[in-house]
Nanobody, 128 residues
Framework: QVQLVESGGGSVQAGGSLRLSCVVSGYSFSSGCMGWFRQAPGKGREAVASIGGDGSTNYADSAQGRFTISQDNAKNTLYMEMNSLKPEDTAMYYC??????????????????????WGQGTQVTVSS
C-alpha cells in the first residue's frame, strides 16, 4: 500500500522560503513519477513540479527559478524547496506518485502524468 505524508507548510511573508517534505512508503523512487501539486481556494488543482525516477525535473512557469523539487531515495522522501514566495503561491500543496513511466509529447518525463497516489496536503500561506 502506497502512503504519502506531507509536512513543512506554514505561514510566511512574501519573499520568504519554505521546504515541503513528503515521506513515501510502499513505493520505489527508482520507477515512475512523483510530483507536487497545489490548489488555491476556488481554483482547480495545478501541477507545480515533477521528478522522474532518473532525476529529471520539470516545473510550471510560475515555479521555474523559485522552486526546486528533489528526492532522497535513502529517506524515501520527496522535497520541494520554495524560495521568493509570493501571495499567489498560497494554496494547499499535495505530493503525488505513480508507478507508470510517462513522457509527454515534448519528451518531458513525468510532466502531464496522471497520478494514482496522493497525500493529504499541507497548507502554504504567503502574506504580503
Amino acid at each position: 500500500q502506497v502512503q504519502l505524508v506531507e509536512s513543512g507548510g506554514g505561514s510566511v511573508q512574501a519573499g520568504g522560503s519554505l521546504r515541503l517534505s513528503c515521506v513515501v512508503s510502499g513505493y520505489s523512487f527508482s520507477s515512475g513519477c512523483m510530483g507536487w501539486f497545489r490548489q488555491a481556494p476556488g481554483k482547480g488543482r495545478e501541477a507545480v513540479a515533477s521528478i522522474g525516477g532518473d532525476g529529471s525535473t520539470n516545473y510550471a512557469d510560475s515555479a521555474q527559478g523559485r522552486f526546486t523539487i528533489s528526492q532522497d531515495n535513502a529517506k524515501n522522501t520527496l522535497y520541494m524547496e520554495m524560495n521568493s514566495l509570493k501571495p499567489e503561491d498560497t494554496a494547499m500543496y499535495y505530493c503525488a506518485a505513480d508507478r507508470k513511466r510517462f513522457e509527454n509529447l515534448l519528451g518531458h518525463r513525468c510532466w502531464g502524468a496522471t497520478y494514482n497516489y496522493w497525500g493529504q496536503g499541507t497548507q502554504v500561506t504567503v502574506s504580503s
